[in-house]
C-alpha cells in the first residue's frame, strides 16, 4: 500500500493541453517534493513546498501544497513533448532523523506532438 | 560541479550471487540515501547514511546492507539474490540532514538478476 496515492497512473495528451497530477495521502507531511524522471536518468527535483496552502510556479508548472500537509497537486499548462516523462511525488516527515522520503507510484505523461 | 555517479550502469547477475553497488556523492555532500525502482512496487527507500552511520533504514530484508566511507562514498550490497531483486537502484545524495533539503539522484544502475 502507497502512503502517497498519485493521479492519474498514465495520462497520453496531445500538445498544448492542460493537465493536473494528484497527490493524496492521509499523512502529514512537513514537506513534499516533485520530480521528473526520463528513461535511463534518476529523478530531478522539480521543486519542494514545504508550507500548508503554498503555490510555486515554475513557467508552465504550478504545484500545490493542501492546507492540511496531506496532499498536493501539479498543474501544467500548454504541454509541450519535452514534458513528457514520470512525474514523481516525494513526503518528508520531519519526525524521521534524516533524509528518508516516501515516494508516490508515479504519473507516467506522454505528450504527443 | 559533477552530479551523483553511480557504478556500474548495468548489472547482470544469477540467483544466489551477491552484487555490489557503488555510489560517489556530490563533492561536499554527506548524506548518502539509497532506493529501489521497480515497476510494480515505484521507489522505495532502502537506507540512509551520514558521516558514515545508517540513520535510517527502510523495510527491506537483511540480504539488502550498505556503508559509507569517511570521503562520504557509498557501496551496497545484496547478497543471496533473488529474481525480485532485478531493480534500478537509484542513489541519491545531499548535504546535510533535513526534510527540506535537496536530494540529488544518480544515473542509477539497472540489476538483472536471471
Known amino acids: 500500500t502507497q502512503l502517497l496515492e498519485q493521479s492519474p497512473q498514465f495520462l497520453s495528451i496531445q500538445e498544448g493541453e492542460n493537465l493536473t497530477v494528484y497527490c493524496n495521502s492521509s499523512s502529514v507531511f512537513s514537506s513534499l517534493q516533485w520530480y521528473r524522471q526520463e528513461p535511463g536518468e534518476g529523478p530531478v527535483l522539480l521543486v519542494t513546498?514545504?508550507?500548508?496552502?503554498e503555490v510555486k510556479k515554475l513557467k508552465r508548472l504550478t504545484f500545490q501544497f493542501g492546507d492540511a500537509r496531506k496532499d498536493s497537486s501539479l498543474h501544467i499548462t500548454a504541454a509541450q513533448p519535452g514534458d513528457t516523462g514520470l512525474y514523481l511525488c516525494?513526503?518528508?516527515?520531519?519526525?524521521?532523523?534524516?533524509?528518508?522520503?516516501?515516494f508516490g507510484g508515479g504519473t507516467r505523461l506522454m505528450v504527443k506532438p | 560541479k559533477a552530479g551523483v555517479t553511480q557504478t556500474p550502469r548495468y548489472l547482470i547477475k544469477t540467483r544466489g550471487q551477491q552484487v555490489t553497488l557503488s555510489c560517489s556523492p556530490i563533492s561536499g555532500h554527506r548524506s548518502v540515501s539509497w532506493y529501489q525502482q521497480t515497476p510494480g512496487q515505484g521507489l522505495q527507500f532502502l537506507f540512509e547514511y551520514f558521516s558514515e552511520t545508517q540513520r535510517n533504514k527502510g523495510n527491506f530484508p537483511g540480504r539488502f546492507s550498505g556503508r559509507q566511507f569517511s570521503n562520504s562514498r557509498s557501496e551496497m550490497n545484496v547478497s543471496t539474490l533473488e529474481l525480485g531483486d532485478s531493480a534500478l537502484y537509484l542513489c541519491?545524495?545531499?548535504?546535510?540532514?533535513?526534510?527540506?533539503?535537496?536530494?540529488?539522484f544518480g544515473p542509477g544502475t539497472r540489476l538483472l538478476v536471471l
Open positions: 513546498v514545504v508550507t500548508g496552502g
Open positions: 541519491a545524495s545531499s548535504l546535510e540532514l533535513g526534510v527540506w533539503e535537496t536530494q540529488y
Open positions: 516525494a513526503g518528508a516527515k520531519a519526525n524521521n532523523a534524516g533524509n528518508m522520503l516516501t
